[in-house]
Nanobody
């Protein structure tokens, strides 16, 4: 069974940091691009960051550039999203998604496998 599981979410104060993990089971991520998306209440799901299968190419939404860093460890079948300088507007459910053979796209409709999401709340 192909599965993606996110972890690492939680409550953090503005300016704080969190590291999200996306672990795959049932398949290897070697040939998959991975995207991180988020959805705040009442808003559409938006692309945050993505990384190509090799890890050589990354992409970030303008709202997180310079604050978030995506990385992957194919040996551990896991992708990470390091989030620094968090702001209240970063509050959302964060999802990871896998797309076979994709480049580094933030188009959510191109990703075929999704995790269940992890809540990130930035508040004082």
């Amino acid at each position: 069974q192909l599965q993606l599981v996110e972890s690492g979410g939680g409550l953090v104060q503005p300016g704080g940091s969190l590291r999200l993990s996306c672990a795959a089971s049932g398949f290897t991520l070697d040939y998959y691009a991975i995207g991180w998306f988020r959805q705040a209440p009442g808003k559409e799901r938006e692309g945050v960051s993505c990384i190509s299968s090799s890890g050589g190419n990354t992409n970030y939404a303008d709202s997180v550039k310079g604050r978030f860093t995506i990385s992957r460890d194919n040996a551990k079948n896991t992708v990470y999203l390091q989030m620094n300088s968090l702001k209240p507007e970063d509050t959302a459910v964060y999802y990871c998604a896998a797309g076979y053979g994709l480049g580094h796209t933030l188009n959510r409709y191109e990703y075929g496998y999704w995790g269940q999401g992890t809540q990130v709340t930035v508040s004082s």
